[in-house]
Nanobody, 117 residues
Framework: EVQLQASGGGLVQAGGPLRLSCAAS????????IGWFRQAPGKEREGVSC????????YYADSVKGRFTISSDNAKNTVYLQMNSLKPEDTALYYC??????????WGKGTLVTVSS
């Protein structure tokens, strides 16, 4: 059974850091990309960052470039999202998902990030 478990959310002051983790199981981790998405109240879900577990290539949304860093520990089947210089507009429910050639096909439950001003 494919499972993706996001964790690490919480309440942080603006300017502070937070690290999210996405623990994956039930599939060959190296064969897929893992992406982070977020959805703020009243807004559409948006893609934040993505990493290919096979070659390490990454993608970042313009809104987080230079502040967020995605990384992968293939030995632990875990993808991390290091978030620095957080802003109130980063407040959202953050999800991780598995990516294949057909798009994101499995989604984990979200972890809530709240940035106070």
């Amino acid at each position: 059974e494919v499972q993706l478990q996001a964790s690490g959310g919480g309440l942080v002051q603006a300017g502070g850091p937070l690290r999210l983790s996405c623990a994956a199981s039930g599939f060959t981790f190296d064969d897929y990309a893992i992406g982070w998405f977020r959805q703020a109240p009243g807004k559409e879900r948006e893609g934040v960052s993505c990493i290919s577990s096979s070659d390490g290539s990454t993608y970042y949304a313009d809104s987080v470039k230079g502040r967020f860093t995605i990384s992968s520990d293939n030995a632990k089947n875990t993808v991390y999202l290091q978030m620095n210089s957080l802003k109130p507009e980063d407040t959202a429910l953050y999800y991780c998902a598995r990516g294949s050639s057909g798009g994101m096909d499995y989604w984990g439950k979200g972890t809530l990030v709240t940035v106070s001003s």
